[in-house]
């Protein structure tokens, strides 16, 4: 079974500054993980992911996350937020093929970002 | 590469008629697609999971019988909301992944306003 736990269900940060977006899963198998963004009325745009490759995963529009396993944690990180950047983040973690590839997701995070 | 569309993106419907949501995968071979729930300000709810050429598989508490899904072909799945009342109201968003991917990859969503 899988769990995901998103820190935070809003963060608010200012443009140019720093973005984290916090994430812990929980896996009875070793877990592919996945950030998505969603803007409003829209569907998920997959930003990143990890597939047991290296932990340090670089994704699109700036971001990036490492996964942690001793801390369970996948956080997702950009270095300068962009007013663009203001949507619903949610992180997601699959078993695998083992699992048909089921995505359990967490409650999401939504990022503003102010001028 | 990966892009998945849903059709139509936004309905209105009167309580009682049924609603067929389809959901295709344009640039790729999906053999499994998934169908999730989004209610206002929260995450996505799995409803069902279908495989090309055999039954959909539900969640627990989905009802199979308002639910109609059929995922007759690599590149095609549909939901049929049945005898749909005020209460389906919702986000219905699919994905499209499996063979070779580990990644679900997400249509744009529809709108279902039931009157």
């Known amino acids: 079974a899988q769990s995901v736990t998103q820190l935070g269900s809003h963060v608010s940060v200012s443009e140019g500054a720093l973005v984290l977006l916090r994430c812990n899963y929980s896996?009875?198998?070793?877990?592919?993980l996945f950030w998505y963004v969603q803007y409003p009325n829209q569907g998920l745009q997959l930003l990143l992911k990890?597939?047991?490759?290296?932990?340090l995963v670089k994704g699109i529009n700036g971001f990036e996350a490492e996964f942690k396993k001793s801390e369970t944690s996948f956080h997702l990180t950009k270095p300068s937020a962009h007013m663009s950047d203001a949507a619903e983040y949610f992180c997601?973690?699959?078993?695998?093929?083992?699992?048909?590839?089921?995505?359990?997701f967490g409650k999401g995070t939504l990022l503003t970002v102010n001028p | 590469g990966a892009v998945v569309s849903q059709h139509p993106s936004r309905v209105i419907c009167k309580s009682g008629t049924s609603v067929k949501i389809e959901c295709r995968s344009l640039d790729f071979q999906a053999t499994t697609m998934f169908w999730y729930r989004q209610f206002p300000k929260q995450s996505l709810m799995l409803m069902a999971t279908s495989n090309e050429g055999s039954k959909a598989t539900y969640e627990q508490g989905v009802e199979k019988d308002k639910f109609l899904i059929n995922h007759a072909s690599l590149t095609l799945s549909t939901l049929t909301v049945t005898s749909a009342h005020p209460e389906d109201s919702s986000f219905y968003i699919c994905s499209a992944g499996g063979g070779f991917s580990d990644t679900q990859y997400f249509g744009p969503g529809t709108r279902l306003t039931v009157l």
């Open positions: 990890y597939t047991s490759a290296a932990t």
């Open positions: 896996s009875s198998v070793p877990p592919y």
């Open positions: 997601a973690v699959s078993g695998g093929k083992g699992s048909n590839y089921k995505l359990t």
